[in-house]
Structure formats: C-alpha cells, structure tokens
C-alpha cells in the first residue's frame, strides 16, 4: 500500500467532518437543541454514550476530551484546532434532569384508509449509494473479473435496486425521493465542480480538519491543494465524493421523511483475521480485483460509534448532540433496520449474516448493538457513516452480499431480467421486492395510537 492509498483507505473507514457551504454545516445551531435542557440524568447520557457513541479501540477518551461532566450539567467543548483563538471555548451546555431512559417511543405511521394505497402518508428517501456508470472506475466502486468477463459495477446495481422499489413503494401511496438518477451526481457534473479552486480548498480543509484534528498553514496548504489538483482521480475519490454525500444528506432532511434507506452492496478489498491481519487480497489500490473473496454475507449500519477526529467540528459535536438526544433516530433506526434485514434474510435464506468482529473491519468500526436480555443484534451495527450521522430521522445504511465473491459476481452479473427499459441482474429486483415487502410488515404494525 502506497502512503497515499493508506491515506485514502483509512479516511473510508473513518468518515470524518466537513467545512463546506452546505446546510449539514449551516444549519449548525446549538439552540435547537434547548428542548431537551434538563430532561436527561447524568447516568443516563453517560450509558448512552458509553454504549452507542463511544468506540472503545482507537482512544478511549476520544469524545470525553470534548465533554466536561458537572455537577448541574454537561459541557461541550470546542476543538482549539478549530478556533485557534480560543484555547478552551464552550460550545454548548446541556442541563442534567431526571429521567433515565428514552422519553419517547419510535416510529408510527397513520394507516392509510385506503386499502389500494396501504403507504398512502408514508415519506421514504432511497438513497443509491455512489453513482456508477462511467464513474466507477473514479469512485473505485466496480467489478471487473476472469479477465472482463464479468464487469458491473455498484451504483448501477444501487441505482436499479432503488427505482425498482421506488416504483413498488409510489404503488402503494408512499411518497418518495430518490437523492440521485442514473449516473449522475447530486452535485451536479464533476468537472463543474472540480473547475472551481475554492470547491477544492474548502473540501480540503474540511478532509484535513477531520483527518489530523488540526488545519495547515497556508504554504503548505497550498502546496497540498495543487497536488490534489494534478490528480484528478483522487480529488475525485477523496473531495468529490465526501461533498456529494453532504449535498444528500441536506436533499434528504429537506424532503423530511419518515425514512431512508442507503442502499449499497458490499465489496472489500480483502479477507482479515481477527486480529486485523490481511489473509487474501481482493482489490489492487485502483480498486480493481485481483482475488476473489470466499465470503458472502448481510449486514447494515445505523448511526452511532464516534470514531477518532469524529468531533472536531462543531457541526460533527452538533450532529452528536442530536442523535444523543433525539432517541427517535437511532432506536428507530435499529427498530426498523432489524425488521428490514429479517424481511431480506427471508429471501436470501442460504446467506449469512455479519457478526461483530467478522467480519473483522466491523470490530474496527463500528459498535454491536445488545439488546435488553443482553445478546447481540446479528448484522447490525452502529457506525459514524457520514450520511448517517447527518440524517434527521432513522435510517438503514444496507450492505447486502459480497461482490468480490466469485459465485456472487456471477449472479450479479447476469442481466436477467427487465426494469423498465433495462436489463438488470434478476437478484437486485428480487432485493428490491424484499425492502418492500419488509417496509409494507413494518409500517403496517406501527399504527400511531
Ligand atoms: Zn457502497
């Protein structure tokens, strides 16, 4: 692994903070979360955290160096690496009360009255993860095995497996937005954005901060910027693709649903030991495959598990905040989520699900999640994902099978079926059938009282 490479690949496992103009950012205003001054005890909000938010490998107190437990409440400090000018700057402060559990229930839906439209009221935002096509080779996000024989890549499967329920879901009455159309961005056209210098430097500065907690100085910021500037694959990699996630994340909390749905498929660059050492190479550093992966498997992400650097920005402590105390988002997400990958398991019955620590990067990212009677969620997992943590409402961030599995590959290769005017793999629609399916369960059951 070049050092560049090392550098990338450790920045997509810890999805960091953002300095650019976009509302996930603007909307940063601490008063928002005034309605919940003193509702919450000490012990509470220190379990919570302990248990969804803090993620014990990197550094142990990696969120309490920006947290000052009192006696009345909890402070939360600036990073000086932001604000240079203030050594220790408070940034909010959070009033203790008396309760000691989650002060309200999740998610309910007004049934429809009508029995043709049973989704009738229902607000779902599908979210095709990348953006496929002719980007995939920029976005390292393809498949290219047994010498170009099998070539797809995962926005296009993303992108069909969205419309396919998108279409299924307007049938029944729900309402949806899709973040993105086919191969293209909701940025708009990558070479627009890349012509601007500023889109670059503001993208840095944001990927820096969020990298090594501290800016640069201006020379060698400079310095830095130009050589992203000469390569145009990994600004797009690294900048574009970080900025296109927020431009989603605002789309998504305009449109204000109920839900979303990210819908991706899996692909690793290799099999790991428990102990984080690599046993098999899937993927060279352009993302092309030079292995095959042995393994297959589900799993999905809800938000939660603050990694190193993941509160930086004030906007990153806001979003925390939020999701500390907005029970709703993330208690629905695991709700719904849990529902969601036993209606997909139901169809896909002869593959597995992910169990926390295997595979191994999950132990490295992410948080389990335990249940009152003390077992684990199988397949579920908190993780600081950068459109999860910037959603208002729950979400499921889908993960399903591994594209670098030889049998998977040939399966998802094989455009046997028809979607409007495209051929597309039988599998994904047979995915997209399953979301249905599992929403239609869900929502039929969470009547509002
Ligand atoms: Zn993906």
Same mark, same amino acid.
């Given at each position: 692994?070049?050092?560049?490479?090392?550098?990338? @690949?450790?920045?997509?496992?810890?999805?960091?903070?953002?300095?650019?103009?976009?509302?996930? %950012?603007?909307?940063?205003?601490?008063?928002?979360?005034?309605?919940?001054?003193?509702?919450?005890?000490?012990?509470?909000?220190?379990? $919570?955290?302990?248990?969804?938010?803090?993620?014990?490998?990197?550094?142990?107190?990696?969120?309490?160096?920006?947290?000052?437990?009192?006696?009345?409440? +909890?402070?939360?400090?600036?990073?000086?690496?932001?604000?240079?000018?203030?050594?220790?700057?408070?940034?909010?402060?959070?009033?203790?009360?008396?309760?000691?559990?989650?002060?309200?229930?999740?998610?309910?839906?007004? =049934?429809? $009255?009508?029995?043709?439209?049973?989704?009738?009221?229902?607000?779902?935002? +599908?979210?095709?993860?990348?953006?496929?096509?002719?980007? *995939?080779?920029?976005?390292?996000?393809?498949?290219?095995?047994?010498?170009?024989?099998?070539? @797809?890549?995962?926005?296009?499967?993303?992108?069909?497996?969205?419309?396919?329920?998108?279409?299924?879901?307007?049938?029944?009455?729900?309402?949806?937005?899709?973040?993105?159309?086919?191969? *293209?961005?909701?940025?708009?056209?990558?070479?627009?954005?890349?012509?601007?210098?500023?889109?670059?430097?503001?993208?840095?500065?944001?990927?820096?901060?969020?990298?090594?907690?501290?800016?640069?100085?201006?020379?060698?910021?400079?310095?830095?910027?130009?050589?992203?500037?000469?390569?145009?694959?990994?600004?797009?990699?690294?900048?574009?693709? %970080?900025?296109?996630?927020?431009?989603?994340?605002?789309?998504?909390?305009?449109?204000?649903?109920? @839900?979303?749905?990210?819908?991706?498929?899996?692909?690793?660059?290799?099999?790991?030991?428990?102990?984080?050492?690599?046993?098999? =190479?899937? %993927?060279?550093?352009?993302?092309?495959?030079?292995?095959?992966?042995?393994?297959?498997?589900?799993?999905?992400?809800?938000?939660?598990? @603050?990694?190193?650097?993941?509160?930086?920005?004030?906007?990153?402590?806001?979003?925390?905040?939020? +999701?500390?105390?907005?029970?709703?988002?993330?208690?629905?997400?695991?709700?719904?989520?849990?529902?969601?990958?036993? *209606?997909?398991?139901?169809?896909?019955?002869?593959?597995?699900?992910?169990?926390?620590?295997?595979?191994?990067?999950?132990?490295?990212? *992410?948080?389990?999640?335990?249940?009152?009677?003390?077992?684990?969620?199988?397949?579920?997992?908190?993780?600081?994902?950068?459109?999860?943590?910037?959603?208002?409402?729950?979400?499921?961030?889908?993960?399903?099978?591994?594209?670098?599995?030889?049998?998977?590959?040939?399966?998802?290769?094989?455009?046997?079926?028809?979607?409007?005017?495209?051929?597309?793999?039988?599998?994904?629609?047979?995915?997209?059938?399953?979301?249905?399916?599992?929403?239609?369960?869900?929502?039929?059951?969470?009547?509002?009282?």
């Amino acid at each position: 692994m070049n050092s560049l490479y090392s550098l990338i @690949f450790a920045l997509l496992f810890a999805h960091g903070a953002n300095a650019v103009e976009f509302k996930v %950012r603007e909307g940063v205003d601490f008063s928002k979360l005034d309605k919940y001054q003193k509702i919450y005890s000490l012990p509470y909000l220190a379990s $919570r955290i302990h248990n969804v938010f803090q993620h014990p490998t990197l550094d142990k107190d990696e969120i309490g160096k920006y947290l000052k437990w009192g006696e009345a409440g +909890l402070t939360i400090m600036a990073n000086p690496n932001e604000e240079p000018a203030l050594a220790i700057k408070t940034n909010y402060f959070l009033e203790y009360g008396g309760h000691s559990a989650p002060t309200e229930s999740v998610n309910c839906f007004k =049934k429809s $009255r009508n029995p043709f439209r049973p989704l009738k009221g229902l607000k779902v935002a +599908l979210d095709p993860g990348h953006i496929g096509g002719k980007f *995939s080779k920029l976005e390292k996000k393809y498949v290219l095995m047994d010498g170009g024989r099998i070539d @797809f890549n995962e926005g296009d499967l993303n992108y069909y497996t969205a419309l396919k329920l998108k279409l299924m879901l307007e049938r029944a009455g729900a309402e949806v937005f899709m973040t993105r159309g086919k191969e *293209s961005a909701a940025l708009g056209s990558f070479d627009d954005w890349f012509s601007i210098d500023k889109n670059i430097m503001d993208a840095y500065d944001s990927w820096r901060l969020a990298k090594f907690g501290a800016h640069k100085d201006a020379e060698g910021r400079l310095a830095d910027i130009a050589l992203f500037k000469a390569e145009r694959e990994t600004t797009f990699y690294v900048f574009f693709g %970080r900025e296109e996630m927020r431009k989603r994340a605002d789309l998504i909390n305009e449109f204000n649903p109920d @839900f979303t749905l990210l819908i991706h498929y899996n692909g690793y660059p290799g099999e790991y030991n428990r102990q984080g050492v690599q046993t098999r =190479k899937t %993927r060279d550093e352009h993302g092309q495959n030079v292995g095959t992966n042995t393994q297959n498997y589900n799993m999905l992400f809800v938000p939660g598990s @603050f990694m190193k650097n993941e509160l930086n920005e004030k906007h990153t402590q806001f979003h925390f905040l939020k +999701l500390l105390l907005d029970n709703k988002i993330i208690d629905g997400s695991i709700d719904l989520c849990t529902d969601l990958l036993g *209606s997909v398991m139901k169809k896909f019955k002869d593959l597995k699900t992910a169990d926390y620590g295997d595979p191994y990067y999950t132990a490295d990212v *992410s948080l389990p999640i335990v249940k009152k009677d003390g077992q684990q969620l199988r397949g579920i997992f908190h993780r600081n994902l950068d459109m999860l943590r910037f959603l208002n409402a729950p979400s499921c961030y889908m993960e399903l099978f591994v594209q670098d599995n030889f049998e998977e590959a040939e399966i998802l290769n094989t455009n046997n079926a028809k979607l409007k005017q495209h051929r597309v793999p039988k599998k994904i629609l047979n995915v997209a059938r399953s979301y249905f399916k599992g929403i239609k369960k869900y929502f039929k059951a969470k009547t509002c009282k």
